[in-house]
């Protein structure tokens, strides 16, 4: 489950994972496409500004060589009580609390945009666990 903060709250994101058994093996796949348009309904993502997939069970050692995504990435497991390895454990609580991104880890020369980023958490190859889907707009301030 994802939960959006109100904006008066700030621009944080809170999760919540309970798995009702153990999870041995899971793989996540992680794209951010841009959406054109100006905020009306007719937005679509333009596909795979970035797309990876990595094996979820070694997570906090993963590291790429787009530093955009190691910084989300850390900020995400530094707010989380994830476990570092493998299995997930069943009706344990996994929780990340006011995750937010900070401004300093995105390019001085990156434009004001609106992108969508989509998370797919798999088992296997054929078992999708969860999908979770966050609209998000980068807005330099003066």
């Not at 919540?16 to 841009?34: H, I």
């Not at 596909?47 to 990435?73: E, M, W």
């Not at 929780?95 to 004001?112: E, G, I, K, R, W």
Request: hydrophobic share 35%; aromatic share 8%; with cysteine.
């Amino acid at each position: 489950m994802i939960v959006e903060l109100p904006k008066r709250q700030g621009n944080f994101l809170n999760t919540r994972l309970l798995f009702n058994r153990p999870v041995p093996k899971m793989w996540v796949e992680l794209s951010v496409g841009q959406i054109s348009g100006s905020g009306s309904s007719k937005d679509r993502p333009i596909p795979n500004l970035l797309k990876v997939r990595v094996d979820a069970c070694q997570l906090s050692g993963f590291r790429s060589k787009n530093r955009i995504l190691n910084a989300v990435l850390g900020k995400l497991l530094q707010s989380g009580n994830y476990p570092k390895n493998c299995p997930l454990l069943g009706n344990v609580n996994y929780t990340s609390t006011h995750f937010a991104l900070n401004p300093d880890h995105f390019p001085a020369y990156m434009p004001d945009m609106k992108f969508n980023t989509k998370l797919v958490f798999y088992q296997s190859k054929n078992i999708t666990l969860i999908r979770a889907s966050v609209d998000a707009e980068v807005v330099r301030r003066s």
